[in-house]
């Protein structure tokens, strides 16, 4: 369902984060997970980090078990040890168990899916393999708040706002617990400080985030 050819996501992504930007983007998730992300994961929980991409989230996250699942080969070079890691298809993960997941988190995903149908059936699988009372993390670029900009990376499909997210999560029964409509900026490109200390003041201070925040985050929870 998804219309990238996974053979391509190689040669997209390497050219589109410099090894100077990775690993300013892992300090940054460092912050993120220890000062914001790491509240709504209980220490032994089992976490699943849907299109893990360079694994910045889930390396840092403290979790039981982690559970990286993406197309691209690379994932494999950048999961820490403990991680276990999964080749699938976001629709489509028959290597994990139903029911077997505490926490799923999706970010800067759901715009490189072909359509909504492809989307709705991404959230479905999602629910699969939650536990009741499992939860889902979501942080989207919305492109209420982006217009053109976000059209500017060539793998962006499918325009996603706040609305769009809630009415697809209420389809698939899982109701939102929390939505910050404006939390963090676009991209790490932009102007969301990298210093750790400045990155844990902005997360402090929430009319900074209503100023730049452009991604729209999102918890929801399956009954």
């Known amino acids: 369902m998804e219309t990238f050819d996974p053979t391509r996501l ?11 930007e990775y690993e300013s983007r892992n300090a ?21 980090d849907l299109a893990a991409g360079n694994c ?3 390396n840092h996250i403290q979790a ?17 040890p403990e991680v276990r890691i999964v080749l699938a298809y976001s629709h489509a993960m028959p290597e994990i168990a139903s029911e077997s997941v505490d926490v799923v ?4 995903f759901f715009e490189h899916l072909p359509d909504k149908g492809a989307f709705l059936a991404t959230l479905t699988e999602i ?18 708040l982006l217009n053109g900009a976000y059209w500017d990376f060539i793998d962006h499909l499918l325009p996603l706002t706040q609305h ?32 750790p200390f400045l990155v844990r003041l902005y ?19 399956k009954p």
């Open 10 to 20: 190689k040669d997209i992504y390497r050219q589109r984060f410099s090894r100077t």
């Open 64 to 80: 039981g078990a982690k559970i990286a699942v993406d197309l691209n080969e690379d994932v494999r070079q950048h999961a820490a």
């Open 127 to 144: 629910r699969r393999v939650l536990k009741r009372g499992g939860k889902l993390l979501i942080l989207q670029p919305n492109i209420r």
């Open 105 to 108: 988190f999706v970010s800067n």
């Open 203 to 221: 997360l402090m201070f929430p009319p900074a985030q209503w100023l730049l925040g452009k991604q729209t985050f999102v918890v929801a929870r």
């Open 56 to 58: 910045e989230f889930i």
């Open 28 to 48: 940054l998730w460092q912050v993120l997970c220890r000062h914001f992300f790491q509240r709504y994961i209980a220490p032994n929980a089992t976490v699943l």
């Open 164 to 195: 769009t997210l809630a009415e697809a999560l209420e389809l698939v029964e899982m109701p939102i617990e929390v939505m910050r409509v404006r939390f963090l900026p676009y991209t790490t490109r932009s102007r969301l400080p990298r210093a």
